[in-house]
């Protein structure tokens, strides 16, 4: 069976083209008008969105339910079976702080974390700081945003967004009555940085376009109009962001663009301090320090940059004197070994980087300078370093999983080189690893590049070339997608799909030069590398043209617009995820809240014809044809503040319009959310169990 048209006529946007010269080029846009001239209120409350786009949204969401409505029993499998794989009374693994331990856990049904602490050492005790269950109940949605603790562990501030906009609201709670102060700070980013005697907190507030350029200083029990401003940043294409270093004492404020950084410092055991600059903007270079208060005698920034050093390198320089010419060189650059980051601890550097798109993790004694590494056999897998709380320790945390294992928590201790299992995933309904097999491939490019494509699958699952592909891509601002564990994802390898994600360029599974060549003027070539991908799968024998779904979501949603334009032949259907699909008009909009910053990733169409043109070269809404397209599936959220709901809107519309084949195109918003989708648990199953069942549907698997 494969996914049918629904039979109401799907919902027909009025089309009112506005036209506008841009160097030159006339742009039609037709449906403009979705944009809602009160986008930044509507943000906040969805219920001001003007009446004609709320009833277009509705109508689109009923036509997307009727067309989905035959997936329903096979949804309700799939999260049933996904279900089953969680654990639902789970707990994450303690981190120690001075006299307590600190960690997470979920009651069984419960859909959000309880955030909760005990004893050191102990295994009674246990103190519910924050109630993620009792503080969304009645709420379409809620997410719980950060929850710092302060030194003396007498306060917790955390935070919450109730709307799915990402403005978060900032509370005090007293751990000793457990009660909420009267202090509520609004509009924030949802962190916040404890002063040294906690007295005091530091919180990024978002600006009205959703712009984290301000820092102030709260006085506990002060009115927070009295709110000191004590860093601004007057550049709106920089993201501030700000964190309190592992050793203490000292707050490290980042201004961060796409390819370049700044670092000040903050004083947290002065009450009034005052920022100051450590480490400017040097041109097109990133820098990312960590704090160590006494190596050698003094002082010390430790950090990561990429200054002669594409794959990025480590270096130390006395805080005092930051310059680059005080810069000794710790970790020497080497081409193709990318150093994701770096940690500092007393006696330890520890860094994780990857080589050939497999990662390790390699520590350094800081006295010796001797370095071993921590690495595993298998062909592709994912590792990650836990942060801690303490400074002055031996034990370092990660975590390891790949397609086939599920993920296992290690304490390791870096002076015996011992480690131990302090957790590993339990999958309830079961789960044999040896029944999956995953690979790594590399798919030839057409310019010779070789594209990393991992692989999971059924090990009875054929290789004849019949079997269905889901194939993931996101190729964007550096990220790399993790060969990791997901036990949602057996409910599409158990039903003999072969699960593939392609590391494409724009992310940087295979080093810096890997995302370099993937943005502004080289951004094609993470559409090529996806589509690669899908080919050497079918040169490989391993599925057919028109047996592939694809999906990707924000970023990869752009993907997703740009290779269904570009070879929709080759699949058997598009999954869309908050879609970044009307690239020039967003990027022509210096309102919109992420458009400044990611100049840099794209180009500026405003101030250079060049970029202009380029991006209106493969921009999704701007080059759909009248040509055959696959089924389609679009998610949007309503408070989406990054890729804004009129964007797949729009899409869908000019789809719909211009096609000249039978096959369903679907937007589904969500009304009471935004980027992220659903917040709880459980209610997120819902929303990949749906997205698989499509890719079930259109591959023509079974319903049921």
């Given at each position: 069976?494969?996914?049918?048209?629904?039979?109401?006529?799907a919902?027909?946007a009025?089309?009112?083209?506005?036209?506008?010269?841009?160097?030159?080029?006339?742009?039609?846009?037709?449906?403009g008008?979705?944009?809602?001239?009160?986008?930044?209120?509507?943000?906040?409350?969805?219920?001001?969105?003007?009446?004609?786009?709320?009833?277009?949204?509705?109508?689109e969401?009923?036509?997307?339910e009727?067309?989905l409505?035959?997936?329903?029993?096979?949804?309700?499998?799939?999260?049933?079976?996904?279900?089953?794989?969680?654990?639902?009374?789970d707990a994450?693994?303690?981190?120690?702080?001075g006299?307590?331990e600190?960690?997470?856990?979920?009651?069984?049904g419960?859909?959000?974390?309880?955030?909760?602490?005990?004893p050191?050492?102990?295994?009674?005790?246990?103190?519910?700081?924050?109630d993620?269950?009792?503080?969304a109940?009645?709420?379409?949605?809620?997410?719980?945003g950060g929850?710092a603790?302060?030194?003396?562990?007498?306060?917790l501030a955390?935070?919450?967004?109730?709307?799915?906009?990402?403005?978060?609201?900032?509370?005090?709670?007293?751990l000793?009555?457990?009660?909420?102060?009267?202090d509520?700070i609004?509009?924030?980013?949802?962190?916040?940085?404890?002063?040294?005697?906690?007295?005091a907190?530091y919180?990024?507030r978002?600006?009205?376009?959703?712009r984290p350029l301000?820092?102030?200083?709260?006085?506990?029990?002060?009115?927070v109009?009295?709110?000191?401003?004590?860093?601004?940043e007057?550049?709106?294409?920089?993201f501030?962001?700000?964190?309190?270093?592992?050793?203490?004492?000292?707050?490290?404020?980042?201004?961060?663009?796409?390819?370049?950084?700044?670092?000040?410092?903050?004083?947290?055991?002065?009450?009034v301090?005052?920022?100051?600059?450590?480490?400017?903007?040097?041109?097109e270079?990133?820098?990312?320090?960590?704090?160590?208060?006494?190596y050698?005698?003094?002082?010390?920034?430790?950090?990561?940059t990429?200054?002669?050093a594409?794959?990025?390198?480590?270096?130390?320089?006395?805080?005092?004197?930051p310059?680059?010419?005080?810069?000794?060189?710790?970790?020497?650059?080497r081409?193709g070994?990318l150093v994701?980051?770096?940690?500092?601890?007393?006696?330890w550097l520890v860094?994780?980087?990857?080589?050939?798109?497999?990662?390790?993790?390699?520590?350094?004694n800081?006295?010796?300078?001797?370095?071993?590494?921590?690495?595993?056999?298998?062909?592709?897998?994912?590792?990650?370093?836990?942060?801690g709380?303490?400074f002055d320790t031996?034990?370092?945390?990660?975590?390891y999983?790949?397609?086939?294992?599920?993920?296992?928590?290690f304490?390791?201790d870096m002076?015996a080189?011992?480690?131990v299992?302090?957790?590993?995933?339990?999958?309830p309904?079961?789960?044999d690893?040896?029944?999956?097999?995953?690979?790594r491939?590399?798919?030839?490019?057409?310019?010779?590049?070789?594209?990393?494509?991992?692989?999971?699958?059924?090990?009875?699952?054929?290789?004849?070339g019949?079997?269905?592909?889901?194939?993931?891509?996101?190729?964007?601002?550096?990220?790399?997608?993790?060969?990791?564990?997901?036990?949602?994802?057996?409910?599409?390898?158990?039903?003999?799909f072969?699960?593939a994600?392609a590391h494409?360029?724009?992310?940087?599974?295979k080093?810096?030069?890997?995302?370099?060549?993937?943005?502004r003027e080289?951004?094609?070539?993470?559409?090529?590398?996806?589509i690669?991908?899908a080919?050497?799968?079918?040169?490989?024998g391993?599925?057919?043209?028109?047996?592939?779904?694809a999906?990707?979501?924000?970023a990869?949603?752009?993907?997703m617009?740009?290779?269904?334009?570009?070879?929709?032949?080759?699949?058997a259907?598009?999954?869309?995820?908050?879609p970044?699909?009307?690239?020039?008009?967003?990027?022509?909009?210096?309102t919109?809240?992420?458009?400044?910053?990611?100049w840099?990733?794209?180009?500026?169409?405003?101030t250079?014809?060049?970029?202009f043109?380029?991006?209106l070269?493969?921009?999704?809404?701007?080059?759909?044809?009248?040509q055959?397209?696959?089924?389609?599936l679009?998610?949007?959220?309503?408070?989406?503040?990054?890729?804004?709901?009129w964007?797949?809107a729009?899409?869908?519309?000019?789809?719909r319009?211009?096609?000249t084949?039978?096959?369903?195109v679907?937007?589904?918003t969500?009304m009471?959310?935004?980027h992220?989708?659903?917040?709880?648990?459980?209610?997120?199953?819902?929303?990949?169990?749906r997205?698989?069942a499509?890719a079930?549907a259109v591959t023509?698997?079974?319903?049921?």
């Open positions: 069976m494969t996914l049918k048209t629904p039979a109401s006529a919902p027909l009025a089309r009112r083209p506005v036209t506008r010269t841009v160097h030159g080029v006339d742009l039609v846009d037709d449906y008008w979705m944009r809602a001239a009160n986008w930044q209120e509507a943000l906040r409350d969805p219920a001001v969105l003007p009446a004609e786009i709320t009833a277009h949204l509705v109508a969401n009923a036509y997307a009727e067309a409505a035959p997936l329903k029993p096979l949804i309700d499998t799939m999260v049933a079976e996904m279900r089953g794989r969680i654990k639902e009374d994450g693994v303690p981190v120690a702080d006299p307590f600190y960690y997470d856990r979920f009651r069984e419960g859909q959000h974390p309880i955030v909760c602490r005990r050191r050492g102990s295994e009674t005790g246990e103190q519910i700081m924050l993620g269950d009792a503080l109940a009645g709420k379409a949605f809620f997410d719980l929850a603790h302060s030194a003396d562990h007498g306060r955390w935070s919450f967004d109730d709307k799915g906009s990402e403005f978060f609201t900032l509370r005090i709670r007293d000793g009555t457990g009660e909420d102060l009267a509520v609004e509009e924030t980013g949802g962190d916040a940085v404890w002063s040294t005697d906690a007295s907190l919180y990024i978002l600006d009205d376009n959703h301000r820092i102030f200083r709260h006085v506990i029990g002060k009115p109009a009295d709110d000191a401003l004590v860093f601004e007057k550049d709106t294409s920089v501030v962001g700000m964190g309190e270093a592992t050793a203490g004492g000292l707050a490290l404020i980042s201004c961060s663009q796409s390819d370049s950084t700044e670092t000040w410092a903050l004083d947290l055991t002065d009450p301090a005052a920022p100051w600059l450590v480490l400017p903007r040097l041109g270079i990133k820098a990312y320090p960590d704090y160590h208060p006494d050698r005698g003094r002082k010390t920034l430790f950090i990561r990429n200054d002669e594409e794959d990025y390198r480590i270096v130390a320089t006395p805080l005092a004197t310059g680059r010419e005080h810069w000794e060189e710790i970790v020497p650059h081409p070994v994701l980051s770096a940690t500092v601890l007393k006696d860094r994780l980087e990857r080589e050939n798109a497999l990662p390790r993790i390699v520590i350094r800081l006295t010796s300078g001797e370095e071993h590494a921590i690495a595993f056999d298998e062909e592709a897998y994912s590792l990650g370093i836990l942060p709380y303490e031996d034990t370092l945390r990660f975590v999983s790949s397609m086939t294992t599920p993920s296992e928590t304490d390791y002076r080189r011992t480690r299992l302090r957790k590993r995933q339990e999958v309904s079961g789960h690893a040896s029944a999956y097999v995953t690979r491939l590399l798919a030839p490019a057409a310019d010779g590049e070789t594209v990393p494509v991992s692989l999971v699958y059924h090990r009875d699952t054929p290789l004849d019949s079997a269905p592909v889901l194939l993931y891509g996101y190729g964007s601002y550096g990220h790399s997608l993790p060969a990791s564990f997901s036990t949602a994802r057996l409910s599409l390898v158990d039903r003999g072969i699960y994600i494409v360029r724009g992310g940087m599974e080093g810096y030069r890997w995302y370099r060549t993937g943005k080289f951004k094609a070539n993470t559409f090529a590398d996806f690669a991908a080919e050497h799968l079918i040169a490989q391993l599925t057919a043209k028109g047996r592939i779904v999906q990707g979501g924000s990869g949603g752009m993907l617009g740009a290779i269904a334009n570009m070879r929709p032949e080759l699949f259907g598009i999954l869309a995820e908050v970044f699909v009307d690239v020039v008009n967003t990027m022509l909009d210096d919109l809240p992420l458009t400044p910053p990611e840099l990733e794209w180009g500026n169409p405003i250079d014809p060049e970029a043109r380029r991006m070269a493969y921009s999704p809404y701007d080059n759909v044809t009248a055959a397209y696959p089924p389609i679009a998610l949007a959220g309503v408070s989406d503040p990054r890729v804004t709901y964007e797949p729009k899409w869908v519309a000019r789809l319009a211009a096609k084949d039978a096959n369903p679907l937007l589904l969500n009471d959310a935004g992220g989708g659903a917040a709880g648990r459980f209610d997120r199953l819902a929303e990949v169990a997205s698989y499509f079930v023509g698997g079974k319903l049921a």
